[in-house]
């Protein structure tokens, strides 16, 4: 009975890693956003983000960092977006550079005031 446990759990832990990152291929039929469309921030980071950061930015899913206690600058956020940390998935070749900075500053205002 252990062994069964163990191995659900294994699985468990191996489904929240597969949906919170470790990839880094582009999704299959993902259509490319249109150049004149506006780019919803949000929304990306509720396609993208939120499984494992959370609505407010905080859930830690996976280590997940809490988004709301951020000390990084734009910039840093834009890097590690782009190019992932620890379980997070690098989203350079899923999201174009006007996608990246958009999901940037959505979650800079999930920032708490000091």
């Known amino acids: 009975m252990a062994v069964r446990g163990g191995v659900l759990l294994a699985l468990l832990g191996l489904v929240a890693l597969l949906a919170c990152g470790g990839g880094d291929t ?9 150049a004149d469309a506006a780019v919803d921030g949000r929304q990306l980071y509720v396609s993208n983000c939120q ?27 834009v890097a590690i977006v782009k190019y992932g ?9 899923i999201l ?10 959505y ?6 005031a000091e």
């Open 51 to 77: 499984l494992c950061h959370g609505d407010d930015g905080k859930l830690g899913l996976n280590n997940a960092k809490d988004l709301t206690a951020s000390t990084l600058s734009r910039a840093e956020m």
């Open 85 to 93: 940390r620890n379980a997070m998935t690098p989203f350079r070749h």
């Open 107 to 112: 979650v800079r205002t999930l920032k708490t």
């Open 96 to 105: 174009s550079p006007a996608e990246v900075d958009a999901v940037v500053d």
């Open 26 to 34: 582009a999704q299959a039929g993902a259509a490319a956003p249109r």
